[in-house]
């Protein structure tokens, strides 16, 4: 069973905030991503990591920052929120030499910015 | 630029009928094609893969075929269950790269 968490799962704010979406996975999984998802639309990979303190730009441009410091803690950076970063936020791990680089995700955090 | 299509945003099946769920690639270098199921509030949980040396996997109700030459897949649900009913996701990975569809929301009466 995989255990990855997101927290908050859901969070309305204002713009102008700063937020941080936190991530945590107990597989040791060296692998770590974040997707971006709007209704009906593909997921979006927005940023992604190979292990500690690597931190790459997924396809997505996004404004928002990661940092992994710890190989279980992979947590999602807003500056300054904007109406237009409202979304589903998705975190997922894998292993790097796992089969079929299948990819276990959280639940989620569904944010909107007011 | 978007590798993976599923064409059908929506597919509405009865119960004990079969499901077949589309999805199209463009990128060559998959060496995996994966689905994935997602229920509302929660994230995409893996349901079924395939190699792309293969061109059927089948476990349980659940069976996946590729067709290479078309750049084409499918998933197949038999006999298909109202607790199938979620947004499936058609991904094509390479080691550490995957892309996904845009998803089809499946609906099973009963």
């Known amino acids: 069973e995989a255990d990855i968490y997101q927290t908050p799962r859901y969070l309305v704010i204002g713009t102008g905030k700063k937020i941080t979406l936190e991530c945590s996975q107990t597989m040791g999984h060296d692998k770590m991503y974040w997707y971006q998802q709007d209704p009906g639309m593909e997921l979006h990979l927005i940023h992604y990591?190979?292990?500690?303190?690597?931190?790459e730009k997924g396809d997505l441009s996004s404004e928002s920052t990661v940092s992994r410091i710890r190989t279980e803690h992979f947590p999602l950076t807003l500056e300054s929120a904007r109406p237009s970063h409202t979304s589903q936020y998705l975190c997922a791990s894998s292993f790097s030499s796992g089969k079929y680089n299948e990819q276990f995700f959280g639940p989620g955090t569904r944010l909107t910015v007011l | 630029d978007q590798q993976v299509k599923q064409n059908s945003p929506s597919l509405s099946v009865q119960e004990g009928r079969i499901s077949i769920l589309n999805c199209d690639y463009t990128?060559?270098?998959?060496?995996?094609f994966l689905w994935y199921k997602k229920y509302p509030a929660e994230g995409p949980t893996f349901l079924i893969s395939?190699?792309?040396?293969?061109d059927k996997n089948e476990d349980g109700r659940f069976t996946v075929f590729l067709n290479k030459s078309a750049k084409h897949l499918s998933l197949h649900i038999v006999p298909s269950q109202p607790g199938d009913s979620a947004v499936y996701f058609c991904?094509?990975?390479?080691?550490?790269?995957?892309?996904f569809g845009a998803g089809t929301r499946l609906t099973v009466k009963p």
């Open positions: 990591s190979y292990g500690v303190n690597s931190t």
């Open positions: 990128n060559s270098m998959f060496d995996y």
């Open positions: 395939i190699s792309s040396i293969k």
């Open positions: 991904a094509g990975s390479k080691t550490s790269d995957m892309r």
